[in-house]
């Protein structure tokens, strides 16, 4: 083993990286590649830390392929967004370098390497190095002390909520030890305090994960005690490059520095708002990268959401150091070219991460926009102080940031509720940490005590339709159980099965478990790790574990299937060919009487193009293109040319469905043995479904004539209906469709009159105040359009004065309008201003001109009251004029 103390002194990000990987790899670790961002795991949003891979090892759910591993893995955070940026270590996305070893060496091991790793091989002073444990771990401290050779006053005994770490209020635990760099040692080792984050940053973290505990929080000791670390990258690289900050070193100072030329500012020179903006924006570009890298689109849910607001305050930031216009892409090509030597997706993602970030960026400038004009309505209903909840709207909606908004409003000669406004930034807060951001390790407990028990299941479905199963174990409401009787809806386990489980998008096998004195209705099949779960209902006897069953699937619903999932391969393979050959799958849903394709596309595809993808489809099918069924390497299928599903996590054997010369993809579903099988393929959709993402829906195989069949009975109705031909049926429905055009287009101009009408009663109700006159009445179910054009006239009629309408056009809505002449303007009244006011009263709001505004309402039971304060505060004002 070499010598760690003849290495150089290693500073750079990357050689960091790969020190920590190679130091590990020398002592028997395993290099695994980085997990994406998308976990597999369904009880978290985003990967957040290095041990989420290996979450179902830790549970006992799956054996480890290797005793021990070292991973960089690539996380995202955004529960404390608020303080990227401000501090010198807070970040969205940040990799994490760990080394595991599973119910392999533990504290003492564990301790050492770290210890070695961090004064040898980084040359860290150790007279700088301070050292934390759970306070109840006398045997970490001893190992510190002991043989590690720290004095005891720099080693910190901590409470449980700092150094003991739980996967929930049950399951694996164990206490923490955790090393902080000292960056002033001149202030003596006297009352330290872990908490100055100005002195003190901790940089490794060990957990021992010793014990399990149970709901009663006794812990017992684990059969097999494993290791789970995590040394910050970026924090290293902030000691060892010695800066000020994680954001100044050479693992994101690129992104800030690029960002900083388009404004043409030089960073050491800007103030600190503006290298605040700056840092966000070298973070968070980052970030957005590698999330669209792996798969994830800018939406409105989930991990979406998280994408558009980091985008959005990429851009917000922007504009607040002056840059005018989009500039994201400027500055994520220098994110992409920092990191494509680690993560070789990026830059094949490229494409595709540009026109995300280009589309969300010109989407948001847009609602800048938008957002400013809120703004001013704002500013103009309000007589002292914007409201807390309307200042959160213009940041989180439109990206205005409280300091802006509080500018603005000064200039204005208001003020900001920032009370209210951080009440509702703390519900958001609320809202992300509860969007799965934890691990939790004790879902499915009935389940994991199950399965620890059992060997996996074997699936014998590729070649075999039926088997002779066992059962191994029941699962009812979620509780294991030992029979079930009659009418019980049942998960069971069995030791082998040729039911395919739901994964890769096609839905489980159905069928009948039949035994002696019992059946077994199977309604779908789930997968839980290696684990296959027949979900049904028992229709006859007592289903007992220890059975012996013979395990038969419905082989016309798996043909269907087959025939839709090799449709979905021939699909994709057509697209690729004929519309764009950077096109990769976002999704899919294989059935038996349909299949649904996502896929990554920045157009919708033209109708020429979806009638030459459906050909080309058929073509192939009528080929008769016999399937080749292969199990090799990962590495050697992806040389062979497979196209691997995007976001899946493959093992390091993988299974090839190759239809040679026209489909190769890394598959593990049932599929035709020729394409002859599937007979034909119809597209029955193209529609877009998030921004950037397109959808084909289909179908292919028998499926086809039940669809045909639906379509032909809704024709026949159709034609008996209209006493046409079938094929004249679209003529028809477009005759009916303009008759009822000009239909509406009447009756709309009919109300209108009759609103004008109405309204010529009322100027005998105008009064006089002064030398104008004032009109305040409501008028019954007329529409916004009627109401503003009655206002108009009533106002021609009346000359110099003020008139404002109300009306119910429709249950539960409210219409008001309000019109002043330029006498009443001089006497400092806006309509706009006015009516919004007015408009609260009902539950609602509105704006416009100073002459001409309308607004509307929710709460029509309240139009009374605003009519008559409206008519009240008209009277008062212009009489005291």
Not at 221 to 236: C, S, V
Not at 249 to 255: A, C, H, K, Y
Not at 411 to 420: M, S
Not at 620 to 645: F, N, T, Y
Request: hydrophobic residues 40%.
């Amino acid at each position: 083993m070499p010598n760690s103390q003849s290495q150089p002194a290693v500073t750079r990000g990357a050689d960091i990286r790969k020190t920590f990987l190679d130091f590990y790899a020398q002592r028997g670790h395993t290099i695994l590649p980085s997990a994406s961002l998308v976990p597999e795991d369904p009880t978290v949003l985003l990967t957040i830390a290095g041990m989420l891979q290996f979450k179902p090892i830790f549970l006992g759910q799956r054996k480890a392929e290797v005793d021990r591993a070292t991973t960089s893995q690539k996380c995202i955070r955004t529960n404390d967004i608020e303080n990227v940026g401000r501090t010198a270590r807070h970040h969205t996305f940040f990799e994490m370098l760990g080394n595991f070893s599973f119910g392999d060496y533990f504290k003492e091991q564990a301790i050492a390497w770290a210890w070695e790793l961090s004064t040898e091989v980084f040359q860290l002073p150790k007279e700088r190095l301070v050292v934390s444990v759970f306070r109840e771990d006398d045997e970490a401290f001893a190992i510190w002390r002991d043989q590690i050779g720290i004095p005891p006053h720099r080693i910190l005994r901590m409470d449980e909520e700092d150094n003991f770490w739980t996967s929930g209020p049950t399951g694996p635990c164990g206490p923490c030890s955790e090393i902080y760099y000292d960056f002033h040692p001149e202030l003596g080792d006297e009352d330290i305090d872990l908490e100055d984050d100005t002195r003190f940053i901790e940089f490794y973290n060990l957990v021992f994960m010793q014990y399990n505990r149970d709901a009663n929080e006794k812990l017992t000791p684990l059969e097999n005690q494993n290791i789970d670390t995590g040394l910050g990258l970026e924090r290293m690289a902030q000691i060892l490059q010695k800066k000020p900050n994680n954001y100044e070193t050479d693992l994101i100072f690129p992104i800030i520095q690029t960002a900083a030329d388009i404004p043409g500012l030089l960073y050491e020179q800007c103030d600190e708002p503006t290298k605040t903006s700056l840092k966000v924006i070298g973070d968070h570009v980052r970030a957005v990268v590698h999330m669209i890298a792996d798969g994830i689109t800018a939406s409105n849910v989930g991990r979406g959401y998280i994408l558009r607001r980091l985008i959005r305050r990429v851009v917000r930031h922007g504009r607040l150091i002056g840059i005018e216009g989009a500039f994201i892409n400027l500055v994520a090509a220098k994110a992409i070219a920092l990191a494509e030597t680690v993560y070789a997706n990026v830059r094949e993602r490229e494409t595709v991460i540009m026109a995300e970030l280009a589309r969300e960026e010109a989407r948001f400038l847009e609602t800048l926009e938008r957002g400013e004009k809120l703004l001013v309505d704002i500013l103009e209903q309000q007589a002292e102080q914007i409201s807390g909840a309307e200042a959160f709207v213009l940041y989180d909606t439109y990206g205005f940031p409280l300091e802006l908004t509080q500018e603005i409003a000064e200039e204005n000669g208001l003020t900001v509720d920032v009370d209210g406004f951080e009440v509702e930034m703390e519900k958001q807060r609320q809202r992300s940490k509860e969007a799965h951001e934890t691990i939790d390790l004790t879902a499915q407990d009935s389940l994991n005590q199950l399965t620890e028990k059992l060997r996996s299941t074997s699936f014998l479905g590729y070649t075999d339709s039926t088997s002779a199963s066992r059962v191994e174990g029941i699962l009812v409401s979620g509780q294991s159980e030992t029979t079930a009787g009659p009418g019980t809806e049942v998960q069971i386990l069995m030791d082998q099965t040729p039911f395919y489980a739901e994964s890769g998008g096609q839905i489980g096998d159905r069928g009948y478990l039949l035994g002696e004195t019992f059946v077994v209705r199977v309604e779908d099949v789930q997968k839980e790790s290696d684990f296959f779960l027949h979900v049904g209902r028992v229709e006859r006897g007592d289903v007992t574990v220890g059975d012996s069953v013979t395990a038969q699937i419905d082989r016309a619903h798996r043909r269907r299937t087959m025939a839709n999932h090799t449709a979905t391969h021939l699909l994709q393979a057509a697209l690729k060919a004929l519309v764009d050959d950077s096109i990769s799958q976002a999704g899919s849903l294989v059935s038996f009487d349909r299949l649904r394709f996502d896929f990554n596309c920045s157009r919708s595809l033209t109708s020429d193009e979806i009638q030459q993808v459906e050909e080309q489809v058929n073509t192939w099918i009528s080929e008769a293109h016999q399937a080749k069924v292969e199990v090799m390497p990962i590495d050697e299928a992806k040389d062979r040319g497979a196209i691997a599903m995007f976001g899946e996590k493959y093992g390091a054997e993988v299974r090839v469905i190759d239809f040679p010369g026209v489909s190769m993809e890394l598959c593990g579903g049932t599929h035709v043995n020729n394409t002859a099988e599937i007979g034909v393929f119809k597209i029955i959709s193209e529609t877009g479904v998030a921004a950037g993402i397109r959808r084909i829906e289909a179908v292919a195989g028998p499926a086809i004539l039940d669809y045909l069949n639906v379509r032909d009975a809704v024709v026949r109705e159709l034609s008996e209906r209209f006493k046409v031909k079938p094929e004249e049926v679209p003529e028809r429905v477009s005759s009916l469709q303009g008759d009822l055009r000009n239909a509406q287009k009447d009756l709309e101009g009919l109300k209108s009159e009759l609103a004008v009408l109405k309204s010529d009663q009322l100027v005998s109700e105008a009064e006089a105040v002064g030398n104008v006159k004032v009109l305040v009445a409501a008028m019954e179910a007329v529409a916004p359009d009627a109401l503003k054009t009655a206002a108009e006239r009533l106002l021609q009629k009346l000359g110099e004065g003020a008139v404002v309408l109300g009306s119910v056009p429709e249950a539960g809505k409210v219409s008001l309008v309000a019109a002043f002449s330029p006498q009443v303007i001089d006497k400092k009244l806006q309509a706009g201003k006015f009516i919004g006011a007015i408009a609260k009263l009902c539950g609602g709001g509105g704006g416009g001109r100073p002459n001409l505004a309308q607004a509307g309402g929710r709460d029509a039971a309240k139009l009374p009251e605003a009519l008559q304060t409206a008519k009240q505060q008209l009277m008062d004002t212009l009489g005291d004029s």
